[in-house]
């Protein structure tokens, strides 16, 4: 069981590039989103998804799209790369249940634009 | 507009000292609090409180939810250098989006 899993680790990108962070999850859970954490501050929600076709803006989302095709697979896709996105970012996943445990975070993708 | 604050922003203690962190919140549609320890990569759960009064314990760890001032408190008693972390608050809304605080810098010296 991977739980959430997130491709790459690290990524150094140039100005006006664009790249997509990758994010699976094999717990069959329905909503997935996508945090930002920059130095001194916690996590802030840029994306997110209720399920398969349906997602949804968060707090920070400009210069990101996000797409959900099926229930496992939730990228963030970084249209022009600009220095003020170098920051960690988080994939999690969760469910509708009480039940502790109920986000899963991936290990974070660390990303620099230069 | 929605918020979390986490008071201190850091602190710094020796080992074998209790310490009390702070988290207070205005959220809506408030569902649940969670506390995660933070070290060199993803959050990990420690705690997740819905409500108020009935305090949870992890070990050495504690917490407890005020749902009618909207604040939770996070003890750790007998510190050990391995406690230091960033320790996050966070507030549910719904089960898919977290509002997170600015995190509390926790270092144990020896």
């Known amino acids: 069981n991977a739980g959430v899993t997130q491709t790459p680790k690290f990524q150094v990108l140039k100005t006006g590039q664009s790249m997509t962070l990758q994010c699976a999850q094999d717990m069959n859970h329905e909503y997935m989103s996508w945090y930002r954490q920059d130095p001194g501050m916690g996590l802030r929600l840029i994306h997110y998804?209720?399920?398969?076709?349906?997602?949804d803006q968060g707090e920070v989302p400009n210069g990101y799209n996000v797409s959900r095709s099926t229930t496992e697979d939730f990228p963030l896709r970084l249209l022009s790369a600009a220095p003020s996105q170098t920051s960690v970012y988080f994939c999690?996943?969760?469910?509708?249940?009480?039940?502790?445990?109920?986000?899963?975070f991936g290990s974070g993708t660390r990303l620099t634009v230069v | 507009e929605d918020k979390v604050v986490q008071s201190p922003l850091s602190l710094v203690v020796h080992e074998g000292d209790t310490v009390t962190l702070n988290c207070s919140y205005e959220v809506t549609n408030f569902r649940s609090l969670l506390w995660y320890k933070q070290e060199k990569k993803a959050p990990t759960f420690l705690f997740m409180l819905?409500?108020?009064?009935i305090e949870k314990k992890s070990g050495r760890l504690s917490s407890i939810l005020d749902k009618k001032e909207l604040f939770s408190i996070l003890n750790i008693t007998a510190t050990q250098t391995g406690d230091s972390a960033i320790y996050l608050c966070a507030v549910a809304q719904g089960a898919q989006k977290l509002v997170f605080g600015q995190g509390t810098r926790l270092t144990i010296n020896p």
């Open positions: 819905t409500s108020s009064g």
């Open positions: 999690a996943s969760s469910y509708s249940g009480d039940r502790p445990y109920g986000y899963t």
């Open positions: 998804s209720v399920g398969a076709g349906i997602t």
